[in-house]
């Protein structure tokens, strides 16, 4: 397939880029290139027969428009968002400009492409969203497809509402659309504002570690490769209309998450053995969620797909790239709230 990715320059957008590549498809990247976009991101495939890069935002419609007609993709797979919940916080407008508004735009233009193109049955209009839009679990259960939205963040609340436009627009207008929620994404080229990241780096410069709250809040990590190779199994063999969780199998509390990854700072690099002598706890965000757990039943039974990797694998194989790959964190740095503690209301 020829596929259009929207944020492809983004922490999950270029692993799907990647993975798209590496798989056989073409790939055309629509990335605005806002402050957590790097093409660094998709360097190792940016000369590959089959990848082209369109600079554009997802609310400029007639920018949409003419990348529809030029490339004429297969597919769409949307992955443009705003996600960081601590500057959905402080700055609500732009998640709802971009996600809502943005989304609004795509599919409307995918609508009009689709049409102009015969409406053929073999387009699809992937939506990624997220686990967030659920809500908060208590300590036990798992979200289903079938759970009720409940929304705590303006972040969360601007995918659910991305989220409920998709569907509309397949009941209304009969656009082919597959959805799928995730759970937190970690691994190589994540945006060092992040929990992950932000440890490995923190570890590494031998400053606190912040932990919000008491490091209770439960999370269900998935290895962001993983991720990609579900999301393209979800577009090529989804059943349209539906919706897939997809999640990684391994639910850990954030104070867990971070002492592993000291850990493996502690092996990997221990002159600044024990790493965990920095963590600090800090005030807690704002309506922070408590437990977020995936049923991944539905994509293990009808696609056949299920996770490789485990949180002590995927999160080893994170720290180490960290640390082989200062060139492409460092200059991160320096980008507009990184480092700063963000969403305090």
């Given at each position: 397939m020829k596929i259009l990715i929207t944020g492809g320059a983004g922490f999950i957008g270029s692993a799907v880029v990647r993975h798209a590549i590496r798989t056989g498809h073409e790939v055309v990247n629509l990335d605005a290139l806002t402050y957590a976009a790097n093409l660094a991101n998709v360097a190792s495939v940016s000369n590959a027969p089959g990848y082209s890069f369109e600079q554009a935002d997802i609310r400029d419609r007639a920018a949409l428009d003419r990348i529809l007609a030029t490339h004429r993709p297969d597919a769409v797979m949307h992955l443009a968002a705003e996600s960081h919940v601590d500057r959905s916080i402080d700055g609500p407008g732009a998640f709802i400009e971009t996600n809502i508004n943005g989304t609004y735009n795509l599919l409307e233009a995918a609508r009009s492409y689709w049409a102009a193109e015969g409406k053929p049955d073999s387009f699809r209009f992937h939506h990624v969203s997220t686990d967030e839009v659920f809500g908060s679990l208590g300590e036990d259960g798992q979200f289903t497809e079938e759970t009720p939205y409940d929304p705590r963040s303006p972040y969360s609340a601007?995918?659910?509402?991305?989220?409920?436009?998709?569907?509309?627009?397949?009941?209304?207008?009969?656009?082919?659309?597959?959805?799928?929620?995730?759970?937190?994404?970690?691994?190589?080229?994540?945006?060092?504002?992040?929990?992950?990241?932000?440890?490995?780096?923190?570890?590494?410069?031998?400053?606190?570690?912040?932990?919000?709250?008491?490091?209770?809040?439960?999370?269900?990590?998935?290895?962001?490769?993983?991720?990609?190779?579900?999301?393209?199994?979800?577009?090529?063999?989804?059943?349209?209309?539906?919706?897939?969780?997809?999640?990684?199998?391994?639910?850990?509390?954030?104070?867990?998450?971070?002492?592993?990854?000291?850990?493996?700072?502690?092996?990997?690099?221990?002159?600044?053995?024990?790493?965990?002598?920095?963590?600090?706890?800090?005030?807690?965000?704002?309506?922070?969620?408590?437990?977020?757990?995936?049923?991944?039943?539905?994509?293990?039974?009808?696609?056949?797909?299920?996770?490789?990797?485990?949180?002590?694998?995927?999160?080893?194989?994170?720290?180490?790239?960290?640390?082989?790959?200062?060139?492409?964190?460092r200059p991160l740095l320096d980008r507009d709230g990184v480092g700063k503690r963000l969403g305090t209301g």
């Open positions: 601007s995918k659910a509402a991305s989220d409920h436009l998709v569907r509309a627009w397949h009941e209304t207008y009969g656009l082919p659309v597959v959805l799928s929620n995730c759970s937190n994404n970690y691994g190589p080229f994540h945006f060092p504002e992040k929990l992950v990241p932000v440890v490995i780096l923190k570890a590494l410069a031998g400053e606190p570690i912040p932990v919000y709250g008491d490091g209770g809040n439960i999370r269900d990590w998935l290895y962001v490769e993983d991720h990609a190779d579900a999301l393209l199994t979800v577009l090529e063999s989804g059943q349209l209309g539906r919706s897939y969780n997809i999640g990684g199998e391994n639910e850990a509390k954030n104070i867990d998450l971070v002492r592993t990854i000291c850990a493996h700072m502690d092996a990997l690099r221990p002159a600044g053995a024990p790493h965990a002598n920095l963590i600090t706890f800090v005030a807690d965000r704002p309506g922070h969620d408590r437990r977020y757990a995936i049923d991944p039943t539905r994509i293990r039974e009808e696609l056949g797909w299920r996770p490789s990797v485990t949180v002590e694998e995927g999160l080893r194989r994170t720290v180490e790239w960290y640390l082989d790959n200062e060139d492409w964190w």
